[in-house]
Structures are given as structure tokens and as C-alpha cells.
């Protein structure tokens, strides 16, 4: 049962992401990236809080160092990351965008094994590859039309950002994912509503 559930959730997290990038540029017709990022970022954490609230979720307490990774992830993965997604959807199609983000996986493995020394195995490196060479079938046919180079330097970016937040959240010592991803909502977004204001 456990097992069901965790597929479930799994296929329901591949949905929702695949989804993500099309709402997101239907959305960039009528408000700005920034607005956008914030607007999405604050809404996760809100409901987050929200939820939290309603399961009586008990209290987390974060150690220094804790504090030190989470707030690096925040910044990278919740205030840079979406921006960078969000300016290159701009000029770029959803499709194209899509293909790009495949990136995050790669650059997320390559920083955990050069700057945070993990173990780097074969089935590792074959995962990467069947990434890439994935999304280069994907795009050799030109479904997906790449509207200059900046767009897509923005969204690999993007990937970058959200590949440091990956390895820095990992570091935090804490099982409670909504409590994570709570903080990082109110705060990435609180901050970029006021940059964009």
C-alpha cells in the first residue's frame, strides 16, 4: 500500500511539473516574470502554512548550520532559479523551455559529485546521459523552436540554481519536506514581491 502510494505520488509529481511550464507561459501574457516568480512562490508557501496548520504539524527547531544551507537554497532555488525560468519563457516556447529543464537532473548530479563529493557510479552517468541525449532526439526535429541564445542561457541558469538548491537542501538535517518548502515559498516569494513592486 505504502508502495502504491509513493508511485501515485510520484506520477502525480511528473504531471504537475510537465504542467508547469506551459500554465506558467499562458501566465507571462499578462504579468511579469518577477510578479510571476513571487505570485508562485508565495502561493506554495501560504498553502503550505495553511495546510501545516489544519495537520497540527508540530514545531521544527533548525540548528545554525541548518539555518546557513537552507538560506543558500532559498536564494538560489527560491529567488534566482524561478526569475531565470520565468525571463526565458518570455521568449521561448514551452516546449523548448521543457527540453532545457531536463538539464536541472544533470547539473544536480554533476555538483553533488564535484563539489559535495558523492559517489559517482555508472548508472549514474548513464542515467545523465540518457538525459541529454533525450532531450536532443526530443528536439532534433524541431517540435521545439529555441528563440535565440539568451532564453535558453537564462533557463539553464535556471537549472543551475535549482541544481545548488537540490544539493543544499539535502544538507539540511531535517526530515519535515513541508516545513522546507514552507520557508522557502514565504521567504523567496515575499522577496521577490518586493523586488518586483
Known amino acids: ?7 501515485f505520488a510520484a506520477m502525480a509529481a511528473a504531471v504537475l511539473f510537465g504542467a508547469g511550464t506551459p500554465i506558467a507561459k499562458l501566465l507571462l501574457a499578462q504579468t511579469s516574470p518577477w510578479l510571476l516568480a513571487a505570485l508562485l512562490y508565495l502561493g506554495s508557501g501560504i498553502g503550505l502554512w495553511i495546510a501545516r496548520r489544519v495537520r497540527r504539524a508540530s514545531a521544527v527547531h533548525l540548528g545554525s548550520a541548518d539555518w546557513c544551507w537552507l538560506a543558500g537554497a532559498i536564494v538560489a532555488g527560491g529567488i534566482v532559479a524561478p526569475v531565470l525560468l520565468l525571463l526565458g519563457l518570455t521568449a521561448m516556447s514551452a516546449s523548448g523551455a521543457s527540453l532545457l ?5 544533470v547539473l544536480t548530479a554533476l555538483l553533488a559529485w564535484f563539489a559535495f563529493k558523492e559517489n559517482f557510479d555508472r548508472r549514474i552517468a548513464l542515467g545523465m ?3 541529454i541525449a533525450g532531450a536532443l532526439v526530443l528536439s532534433w526535429p524541431q517540435e521545439a523552436r529555441f528563440a535565440g541564445m539568451w532564453p535558453a542561457l537564462a533557463i539553464l541558469g535556471a537549472c543551475l540554481a535549482w541544481a545548488i538548491d537540490n544539493n543544499l ?3 539540511v538535517s531535517l526530515s519535515d519536506a513541508t516545513f522546507i518548502a514552507m520557508t522557502k515559498g514565504l521567504v523567496a516569494g515575499s522577496t521577490n514581491l518586493a523586488l518586483a513592486l
Open 169 to 171: 537542501t539535502r544538507k
Open 1 to 7: 500500500m505504502i508502495f502504491r502510494s509513493g508511485v
Open 101 to 105: 529543464l531536463n538539464a536541472e537532473g
Open 129 to 131: 546521459l540518457a538525459i
